[in-house]
C-alpha cells in the first residue's frame, strides 16, 4: 500500500509541481494581465502584439538551431557535414532583415500607441471628468478633491464609468504613480505637476503604489483605490465630511512628517490652494504649471 501510494506521487509529481510553481500566477495577483480600464486593456494589447511578434524570431531560432544540429552533425546526419563553411549571404540576409522588420513594425506600434495612450490626453466621455490632485508624501499619498473640498490619505474612491483626471506633484523626493489595473505610470516631482487620465469600467478595488524606491517606508507606500457607483461614492464623500477632520497648515505640517505604513485619513476640508502651495515650496518664482500639464 505505501508502495503503491508512493507510485502514485512520482507519477503525479510533475503536476503537483507545476500547480506549485503556477499557484502565485492567477489573474487576481496580475492586474496588468486583468485589466479593468480601456486604458489598461489598451496597454495589456501593446504588450502581447508586441510578444507575438518578437516569437516570429524566437520560435524559429530555437527550432533551427535543434534542427541545425541533428541535420548537419558530423556522425550520421542527413544533411552535408562542412565544417569549414563559414558564410552565406541567404542566411546573412535573412537573419538581418527579418529582425529589422520586426523592430520597424515594434517602432510602428509603440509610436502610435503611445500617442493614442498619452497619460495627458482627456478621455472622452458623456460624464464629466472628475478631478483629483495626488501629491507624494514620506511615504503615503494625499488625494485632494477640489469638487468637493475634502482630503484623503492613501485612499482613492471615484465612480466607475467616470473618466479620472489626476493632478499629480510631490512633496518630497521624486515619486512614481501607479495604478496597475487601470493605466500606467507617470512621475511625480517636487515643484512640477503631471497628469494622468484614467477610467474604471466597474466597481472594483484596485491596488495604487510608487513605483520608484524613494526610501526606507517604499515598499509599504500603496494605497487602495475604490472605483464605486454613484451612490456608493456619494455615501463616501458623506462619511469623510462627516468624520473627518481639518488638514489646516499645522495639520498638514503633521501629516508631512515621514511615516510608514500609514493608516487611512480623512479630512472634511483643507485650504483651496493647498495644491499650488506645496509646489511654490520648491519654485524660486510662482508655482510653475505648464501648458502642457494644464491641458
Known amino acids: 500500500m505505501e508502495k503503491a501510494t508512493g507510485t502514485g506521487l512520482i507519477r503525479h509529481l510533475p503536476v503537483l509541481l507545476a500547480a506549485f510553481l503556477l499557484s502565485g500566477c492567477g489573474l487576481d495577483t496580475a492586474p496588468i494581465l486583468n485589466p479593468k480600464g480601456p486604458i489598461a486593456q489598451a496597454e495589456r494589447d501593446l504588450l502581447f502584439t508586441a510578444i507575438y511578434v518578437m ?3 524566437v520560435i ?6 535543434f ?3 541533428w541535420r548537419y552533425r558530423a556522425s550520421g546526419g542527413k544533411g552535408k557535414y562542412t565544417p569549414d563553411w563559414s558564410y552565406s549571404a541567404k542566411i546573412d540576409a535573412l537573419i538581418w532583415l527579418v529582425p529589422a522588420l520586426i523592430v520597424a513594425t515594434l517602432g510602428y506600434l509603440l509610436w502610435t500607441t503611445t500617442h493614442k495612450l498619452d497619460p495627458y490626453k482627456q478621455l472622452a466621455s458623456s460624464e464629466q471628468a472628475i478631478e483629483v490632485h495626488a501629491i507624494a508624501q514620506d511615504w503615503k499619498w494625499l488625494f485632494l478633491y477640489p469638487e468637493y473640498g475634502i482630503a484623503s490619505v492613501n485612499e482613492l474612491a471615484f465612480p466607475s464609468e467616470r473618466p479620472l483626471a489626476l493632478k499629480i506633484t510631490s512633496d518630497t523626493v521624486m515619486n512614481s504613480f501607479m495604478i496597475p489595473a487601470l493605466g500606467g505610470q507617470i512621475y511625480a516631482m517636487a ?6 487620465h484614467l477610467i474604471a469600467d466597474e466597481p472594483g478595488q484596485f491596488t495604487g503604489r510608487n513605483t520608484m524606491y524613494s526610501g526606507n517606508g517604499f515598499a509599504d507606500q500603496h494605497f487602495q483605490t475604490f472605483a464605486m457607483t454613484n451612490e456608493d461614492f456619494d455615501t ?3 462619511k469623510v465630511r462627516s468624520g473627518g477632520t481639518s488638514l489646516d497648515a499645522a495639520a498638514y505640517a503633521v501629516l508631512a512628517e515621514p511615516s510608514v505604513a500609514h493608516s ?3 479630512y472634511a476640508q483643507y485650504k483651496a490652494d493647498l495644491f499650488e502651495t ?3 515650496k520648491y519654485a524660486s518664482r510662482p508655482a510653475h504649471t505648464s501648458q502642457m500639464a494644464d491641458q
Open 67 to 69: 534542427l541545425f544540429v
Open 191 to 196: 515643484g512640477m505637476t503631471t497628469r494622468l
Open 264 to 266: 487611512v485619513e480623512y
Open 236 to 238: 463616501w464623500v458623506q
Open 55 to 57: 516569437m516570429i524570431v
Open 60 to 65: 524559429p531560432v530555437f527550432i533551427l538551431a
Open 278 to 280: 506645496i509646489l511654490a
